[in-house]
């Protein structure tokens, strides 16, 4: 129970940042806004640390496969594409195609077993729900 609360918990967070984030872009620029978020975001990653935690800050670079060290790289570019996309399409449908996207990669990802995951057996169940998912798009953009 705990898991969906904070999942639920995860996409409202991201869908407020997402429009915040959008309204600071538009008093400065994309890449001054994502500094901010992200330079926002170290600090307080670097704060909760100094409060909770205190293990090793190098240890992250012991991380094998060297290349999972993008993700902060890669968060630099899902605020670019937030912002770009909600400032597009609005904000409901900008998170419906990020969800549906987030849904279909992630299933690819364990569905082959990639960067690491456990390899699931492909599911119909889980297709005929992706399905379902892009139909409730195209039902929510039918004007």
Do not use: H
């Amino acid at each position: 129970m705990a898991g969906f609360l904070i999942a639920i918990i995860s996409g409202v967070l991201m869908s407020v940042q997402g429009v915040f984030n959008t309204q600071v872009t538009k008093a400065s620029s994309v890449w001054s806004a994502n500094a901010f978020v992200q330079f926002s975001a170290f600090l307080v990653c670097l704060l909760t640390w100094m409060i909770t935690d205190r293990t090793n800050l190098m240890a992250v670079f012991s991380v094998k496969p060297w290349y999972m060290l993008l993700g902060g790289v890669m968060g630099a570019f899902i605020t670019l594409t937030v912002i770009k996309s909600m400032d597009a399409l609005g904000p409901a449908r900008a998170v419906m195609f990020i969800v549906v996207a987030q849904l279909l990669a992630a299933y690819l990802i364990e569905l082959f077993g990639l960067f690491g995951t456990q390899k699931q057996p492909w599911e119909w169940r889980k297709a005929i729900g992706m399905a379902a998912a892009i139909t409730g798009i195209i039902i929510f953009k039918w004007k």
